[in-house]
């Protein structure tokens, strides 16, 4: 039987799928799961307990990465499944931006007492005049589970695509559109684009993508739009290039004190994944990795532990160790096994920067006196029995 505790409110129809062997508790010290949305955790002090934490959405910023890979705590996000409801807003965002839709709605509520407001409006409205979409050039930069549909749909509404991301994946670029030109060098979506919206995840190589440099580069009247991140832009180069004439608008679905109230900038409060879709789609998919981990020792979309899935378990027993990627780890491991006769009938190894995880199914089950000579391994973190 495993707990697990949710620090926000997790839609039902995520926890639903959690099993008989599943149980939620109130008390977050004896959880082995945590699901989590935007909670901060960072202040958080971790149970010995605790083995993984899922969190519901994409952005992690709000977990301690490192600190809950030293202590063996597998960490996962859910891409994807908020991606719909970002991408739609998405366009909204530049729908906003194309045409002062805004601007004119609050015309109308500040003129909703004129008798005549019909025939004002025909007067007024050539202040809220824009231009469509179709024909622009957009730059996407990114081209991952947001990036790449927003490049799809774009070709649809009659855009030209510039995409650009050195690190796409094989299945993100069978998903792309052939339409989609895919650039090698991101100065050439400044050089060419009239609306560029980035899809990067936050990184420190990715911190103010959009800066002062890269914005000297665009066209005049560029329009930039940001539902990834806010720190992926300079927001202050970008203020001074809207007050430059440089930028028409800017908008983010991130508010701040640097952007809220700016004249050129539309911000949204941070509605990219809330949808009762995306919110249930997260869930949902949080569920899965948490149940499969614990259950399987399976590890499926972790941000801090390498992917790592050997399916179902079909031997007496499966055991999983969390360890540092140094050399000779598996040669310790299997020695264990070897000294007691025990018989390992599969094994996968992986590795992410400084950590590393190995999943062994053996022919017997192992004993405490073998668990406990895997976890006085230099370099082992945590020995879970699976099975």
Excluded at 84 to 99: H, S, W
Excluded at 160 to 183: F, I, T
Excluded at 225 to 252: P, T
Excluded at 264 to 288: F, Q, R, W, Y
Aim: glycine share 8%; net charge negative.
């Amino acid at each position: 039987m495993f707990n697990y505790y949710c620090l926000n409110p997790i839609a039902k129809v995520g926890l639903d799928n959690f099993d008989d062997n599943f149980a939620k508790t109130e008390d977050v010290n004896a959880a082995e799961g945590i699901l989590v949305r935007s909670a901060a955790m960072h202040d958080m002090e971790f149970s010995d307990n605790l083995l993984a934490v899922a969190r519901a959405g994409a952005g992690v910023n709000n977990i301690p990465l490192e600190d809950c890979a030293k202590k063996g705590i597998v960490v996962f996000n859910t891409p994807g499944a908020n991606a719909n409801g970002v991408k739609e807003l998405v366009f909204a965002g530049m729908l906003m931006a194309a045409r002062d839709i805004v601007g004119g709605i609050e015309w109308v509520k500040e003129n909703a007492s004129d008798e005549n407001i019909g025939k004002s409006a025909e007067k007024a409205k050539k202040a809220f005049a824009g231009t469509e979409l179709r024909d622009k050039k957009l730059g996407v930069i990114g081209l991952g589970a947001i990036g790449g549909p927003v490049a799809n749909m774009a070709k649809h509404l009659g855009m030209e695509v510039y995409g650009y991301d050195p690190y796409v994946s094989v299945d993100a670029a069978w998903n792309l559109s052939r339409d989609v030109k895919h650039v090698l060098n991101v100065d050439e979506i400044y050089e060419k684009c009239d609306y560029i919206t980035i899809h990067v995840p936050l990184l420190d190589s990715t911190k103010n993508t959009i800066n002062e440099e890269a914005i000297s580069k665009m066209k005049d009247g560029v329009i930039i739009l940001n539902f990834a991140r806010d720190l992926l832009c300079d927001e202050k180069a970008i203020l001074k290039g809207i007050k430059d004439g440089k930028i028409r608008k800017y908008v983010s679905d991130f508010p701040n004190g640097t952007t809220a109230g700016q004249d050129g900038v539309i911000v949204i409060p941070h509605l990219g994944a809330s949808t009762e879709e995306s919110e249930d789609n997260c869930a949902k998919m949080a569920v899965k990795e948490m149940m499969n981990y614990l259950e399987n020792g399976n590890i499926v979309n972790s941000v801090n532990f390498p992917n790592c899935d050997m399916g179902v378990c079909q031997q007496e027993g499966r055991i999983a160790i969390l360890h540092s990627n140094t050399a000779n780890m598996i040669t310790q491991f299997t020695a264990c096994f070897g000294e007691l006769g025990i018989n390992i009938s599969d094994m996968t190894n992986k590795s992410r920067g400084e950590f590393a995880y190995t999943l062994l199914d053996v022919e017997k089950k192992a004993d405490e006196a073998t668990i406990a000579k895997l976890k006085a391994i230099d370099g082992v973190i945590r020995v879970r029995v699976v099975k």
